[in-house]
Nanobody
Framework: QVQLVESGGGLVQPGGSLRLSCAAS????????MGWYRQAPGKQRELVAR???????YYSDSVKGRFTISRDNAKNTVYLQMNSLKPEDTAVYYC?????????WGQGTQVTVSS
């Protein structure tokens, strides 16, 4: 059974940084593109960053230049380094494959950017 467990969220002031981690179980990890998604209150879930199995990356315009996605296939883990955080980055952050698989959604990790 596949499990994705996100961690690293918290409360941070505007301009601060956080590093999210997503640990994956199962043998699917190294062959799939992985993505970080977020869902703010009252909004749809959106893809903010993705990374292919070979390390090619994509970022949404809202986070480009501030967030960095990376992966360690040996550890079945994908990371999201978030710098220069803004209040509008406040959301629950999830990881999943890209495109996402319904059964893979985990609990997410809350990121709150506030002074």
């Amino acid at each position: 059974q596949v499990q994705l467990v996100e961690s690293g969220g918290g409360l941070v002031q505007p301009g601060g940084s956080l590093r999210l981690s997503c640990a994956a179980s199962g043998s699917f990890f190294s062959i799939n593109a992985m993505g970080w998604y977020r869902q703010a209150p009252g909004k749809q879930r959106e893809l903010v960053a993705r990374i292919t199995s070979g390390g090619r990356t994509y970022y949404s315009d809202s986070v480009k230049g501030r967030f960095t996605i990376s992966r360690d296939n040996a550890k079945n883990t994908v990371y999201l380094q978030m710098n220069s955080l803004k209040p509008e980055d406040t959301a629950v952050y999830y990881c999943n494959t890209d495109p996402p698989r319904y059964s893979f959604w985990g609990q997410g990790t809350q990121v709150t950017v506030s002074s």
